[in-house]
């Protein structure tokens, strides 16, 4: 699979760390055998707005409002104290039929027979929904293989940078998965009112082409998960060791590498891993490292721009300095432990792990502080932060369903699309009170450890959707994360090719996977800076040039010739 991009919009095996299942068979999961081919590797272009079969979207009036006034979707709104729950769903279907949902889980996969899942059935209304849970680590790519060999259940949820992994994923999507398109186009308020509210963008992201030349040929073909946007993914640094040592938190890419070699030792590090999310200090971004150049009037890929060279030689001087941990080439270390122990300054990861280290820390189980560092950029650039307001992924039915049971399940996912502040989104999120939490002298919700393994940590339910999602928790936690979002927002840079899902040919994807390989090599010191030339030549040469042409043709369908 080819490497997360800065538009990644979400990481989640930063977000959910623990052991490895190891073998399918220990998730729950049979190996998939061996079926025909279902896709080819021609790519596909995909629109995913302007259609008029989507659903009526109809505003779903939320039951509170929050504390702190944003600019969603990237500069959310947020709760600094917990509502009083309001129950969203008063006339409840009743549901009588059993299905399995395979979704991904880090981590040890929580019993089925905990208090939780009851408790969410009979809420929904006695649907039974038995989860298939796969390791995350290799979700990606073993569902390839659950899905050619149609043993994946009655629906699989997939986020969407897993969808790399198949060599064509929108043939895959028509071959393979339920056409939602009759029942749920049109005015859905009546029975599913919060389906209805999902933003239509939402829906549009859930459409797929059998011919995306052809507009009739498209389809609605998933339940499209939250809709959201802002920065996910960031660098973290223990601001207690920073201040311990005298050192200021880095403004610069220039800062940061002397902050990285006063703190750096013979026992501890800056770094761990440093590679996906940093392109941007650079300036570089676009969609899978493709950007116009509007002055050579040509698609132009990041590793051909002079900052490509800079973003490699930044890199391999945090490994000649050791300013490195030396088995960082092996992904093997745990970065969150070692930054929690000291041993580490600084990780990039999901921004939620700022949250789960201050709790750790108010629950006495961890020392320090860490925030993230501010957008930063090399030589005196302008910082960019790029984002791709959007759903996080899907949720795709067996074609083999019936009308009936695919509105059974649509019940279900319209009643976990409750926003924050709904009975029904507190017992998605933190389970059976007395059980899994228990509200603390401040109000807000208190997971217990069976309420961590079991409700927070895992995917669960939570991944269907919701109507609106806002910053939650610890008061202070959310006042920082919502003066945070607030303090970049001057940095926001859009991606093109807002409206249009681009594919990569097999090729492409392949060479792809070759250059980050090749880049890893470079930053590693297996292979020299004096080698990029050749390394642009080899992508380009082997699938690049076709991938040029592909996101070409999308960006001229959108703005025209330039």
Known sequence: MQSPTPSTPFKRRSLFKGTALGALGAAGLPFAAACSDIESNNGSTQATEGFDFLPTHEDWPLPVQPDLVGEPPNHPSAFTSYPEPVQAITDLPSGTGSYELTVPCWGTPPAQDDPYFAAVSEAWGGTKVTLRQGDGMTYGDTAVQWVKADEYGDGIQLFNYMTGSFSNFQETVVNSFYDLTEIVQGDIAERWPLLAALPTDSWGQAVWS???????????????????????????????????????????????LEVSRAWTTDSRWAFVG????IGQWFGLGGIDGWNWDPEQKKMVNNIERPEFTELMEFRRTLWDEGLMHPDAPTGTLDAAAMQEAGQVMFT?????????????????????AVAPLPPLAAKGRTPIVTVSPGIAGWTFLNKSLSKEQVEEILDVANWCAAPYGTTERQLLEYGVEGTHFDFGADGNPVFSTPGVEIVKNPVNYKAFAQVDTFLTGDPDMVADRFEYNASIQQYIVEPPFQGIRIEAPAAAKAAGTTLWDQQQDIAFGRAELSSIPEMVETYLDNGGEEARQYYTDAYKAVYGEE
């Open 274 to 277: 440093l590679d996906w999310f």
């Open 210 to 256: 059998k011919d995306p030349d052809d507009p009739d040929t498209a389809g609605i073909y998933a339940i499209p998960m939250t809709y959201s946007g802002g920065q996910g993914n960031g660098i973290l640094a223990r601001t207690d060791l920073l201040e311990a040592e005298g050192l200021a938190m880095p403004t610069t890419v220039e800062e940061l």
């Open 348 to 368: 990039q990861d999901n921004l939620v792990r700022w949250d789960d280290f201050n709790q750790k820390v108010k629950r006495g189980e961890a020392e320090g």
